[in-house]
């Protein structure tokens, strides 16, 4: 059964860098048969798909356009987790931020969210 | 970028009922469609993917139809665990999108 644990801070200040670590039991993260994404949402914005890191035959990396500039999305295999880093954050960044596994575009299973909020 | 329409907004429905909840894209996604509920404070929970496979220990009761660009998830009997938010989300185009979602509530 695949698990995603969530962590880091909820309190930021506008400028700073946004990190969280979504850590997974019952899958790797090098599989070739999944990816691994960020996903936030928010009253304004609803559900908005953010990033994902995965493993094929080397690491790729897809980033959604808005946020393009600004976002990493890391794997780390030596923990079997990957992070979230957002750069610059502004109070619009404000959301409940989800990882998630999908396959073939479908998010088969998500992390328990982390509430952020950015405020000065 | 595409957009996602789903519609009605809110339901009101009585446990028993038929649901019916709509999904309509603004180009072709052939099948590349999920839907997912949400109940308060939780994740989404996938129920469908490719447009009518029912998710992993998904019950019957749930089943999604359609394709390009108008979608269906049916739930034949509500259930009370089923009053939650649904969102439907295609991957057909980047970036993968997801419509604002139908409320389902008591009646």
């Known amino acids: 059964q695949v698990q995603l644990q969530q962590s880091g801070p909820g309190l930021l200040k506008p400028s700073q860098t946004l990190s969280l670590t979504c850590a997974i039991s019952g899958d790797s993260v090098s599989t070739h048969l999944a990816a691994w994404n960020w996903v936030r949402q928010s009253p304004s914005r609803g559900l908005e798909w953010l990033g994902r890191?995965?493993?094929?035959?080397?690491?790729?990396?897809d980033y959604e356009e808005s946020v393009k500039s600004r976002i990493t999305v890391i794997p780390d295999t030596s923990k079997n987790q990957f992070f979230l880093q957002l750069k610059y954050v502004t109070y619009e960044d404000t959301a409940v931020y989800y990882c998630?596994?999908?396959?073939?575009?479908?998010?088969?299973?998500w992390g328990q969210g982390t509430r952020v909020t950015v405020s000065s | 970028e595409l957009v996602m329409t789903q519609s009605p907004a809110t339901l009101s429905v009585s446990p028993g009922e038929r649901v019916t909840l709509s999904c309509r894209a603004s180009q072709s996604l052939s099948s590349n469609l999920a839907w997912y509920h949400q109940k308060p404070g939780q994740p989404p929970s996938l129920l469908i993917y490719d447009a009518s496979t029912r998710a992993t220990g998904i019950p019957a009761r749930f089943s999604g139809s359609g394709s390009g660009t108008e979608f269906t998830l049916t739930i034949s009997s509500l259930q009370s665990e089923d009053f939650a938010i649904y969102y439907c989300?295609?991957?057909?185009?980047?970036?993968?999108?997801f419509g604002q979602g139908t409320k389902v509530e008591i009646k």
């Open positions: 998630a596994r999908s396959v073939s575009g479908s998010f088969h299973h």
């Open positions: 890191t995965y493993y094929r035959s080397k690491w790729s990396h």
């Open positions: 989300q295609q991957y057909n185009y980047w970036p993968w999108t």
